[in-house]
């Protein structure tokens, strides 16, 4: 009988898509006859917990930064609020999530968004569910939902997340894997032959801008203090999704033949291969395929929430620079291009994500 795997992912962005459609090409590669569905979780859980969470996000995201970090705050920051928010989501996403696993009847559940592996940990913890549940963590810190005690295997992308994860589920499996990115960071790839490939000049900086799926953060700004660090240098703006963002930032640098303003792409891989400097507002996937190829890594321009936890770590293990504002942005520009690239050679060699959730089905069966 062919293993079912059930991944509970989440609009809010591709750092929860993408992760999820990683996944699952590469359990079809290790095992072709394997059921995957990719689910999105908030959907499920009904209309309530879409609202609330997803589409209010977008709200927070585009407008209103402080409310979305003061909610994070209130949800993260204190016992009987997160116990409450825990106790409003499982009330509207219970019933939803239940009859989906009831019908997908899977081997093993594998949560790309957190408040899938909160509710779902939750419930394993109590004995209310025989699946075991899988957490696919891709940031770096203020992991209080992403992982849970209740989880049976939590995936992480950055080995120094481990600590914080431990305290969290000191019980559960914690591994640090490839496989919820694009295949291409598992093979090195040099500056050169990654410019080649683009059909970029050789000499001279390139920095990218960008503010992930959503297109948050001050991507003007940065791309006006990337653009003065050096005249022989050259800007790509990158806008995700958010085709508004990208048409307000095509018209602000059309008069300016140093940068390119670009949405949604399939070639991360190459242009962070070819890059001297991400400047990044979303901290996540992006940040750590930066890091794998080799470019320097500044975070800036939406610090705010979960952001503002991964900033005080890369700060704390020294993988980024972090700016407070576009003065401090150019030291940290200036710093970055100064320093060599240096790329995560061993990425390629770690365990795969899919074949620790198959071992899990394994396991489980």
């Excluded at 963590?137 to 914080?164: N, Q, V």
């Amino acid at each position: 009988m062919p293993t079912r795997v059930l991944l509970l992912s989440a609009g809010i962005g591709e750092g929860h898509n993408l992760p999820a459609r990683m996944i699952a090409d590469g359990l079809l590669e290790l095992d072709p006859h394997c059921e995957v569905a990719i689910v999105d979780s908030l959907a499920e859980m009904g209309r309530a917990a879409a609202l609330l969470i997803d589409d209010s996000s977008a709200l927070m995201f585009d407008r209103f930064n402080w409310l979305f970090d003061a909610v994070y705050f209130v949800v993260t920051g204190f016992d009987p609020t997160r116990r409450i928010a825990q106790w409003l989501v499982e009330r509207i996403g219970n019933k939803g999530l239940r009859r989906l696993i009831a019908q997908r009847r899977p081997d093993v559940i594998v949560c790309t968004h957190p408040a899938a592996t909160d509710l779902l940990g939750r419930l394993r913890q109590r004995g209310e569910l025989a699946t075991p549940v899988a957490s696919a963590i891709t940031d770096l810190a203020g992991l209080r939902y992403w992982a849970h005690p209740g989880a049976d295997l939590h995936l992480i992308t950055e080995e120094e997340s481990r600590a914080e994860v431990e305290r969290i589920a000191p019980a559960s499996r914690i591994v640090c894997v490839r496989g919820m990115t694009s295949p291409q960071f598992e093979h090195p790839l040099s500056q050169a032959d990654a410019r080649a490939a683009l059909e970029m000049p050789t000499g001279g900086p390139l920095i990218l801008v960008s503010g992930g799926g959503w297109a948050v953060g001050d991507l003007g700004g940065a791309a006006e203090v990337a653009l003065a660090a050096d005249p022989a240098g050259r800007v790509v703006i990158l806008c995700g999704r958010s085709e508004q963002v990208q048409a307000r930032l095509s018209e602000a640098f059309a008069l300016s033949p140093r940068a390119k303003v670009i949405g949604f792409t399939e070639l991360m891989p190459q242009l962070l291969a070819a890059a001297d400097v991400l400047i990044h507002s979303t901290a996540g996937l992006t940040a750590f395929e930066a890091r794998v190829r080799g470019c320097q890594l500044i975070s800036y321009g939406w610090g705010v929430a979960h952001i503002r936890c991964n900033n005080e770590a890369y700060e704390r293990f020294e993988l980024a620079e972090v700016a407070a504002d576009r003065s401090q942005l150019a030291g940290a520009l200036a710093r970055a291009l100064d320093r060599p690239r240096s790329g995560d050679l061993g990425y390629g060699h770690r365990q795969s994500a899919a074949a620790e959730v198959l071992a899990l089905a394994g396991a489980a069966q």
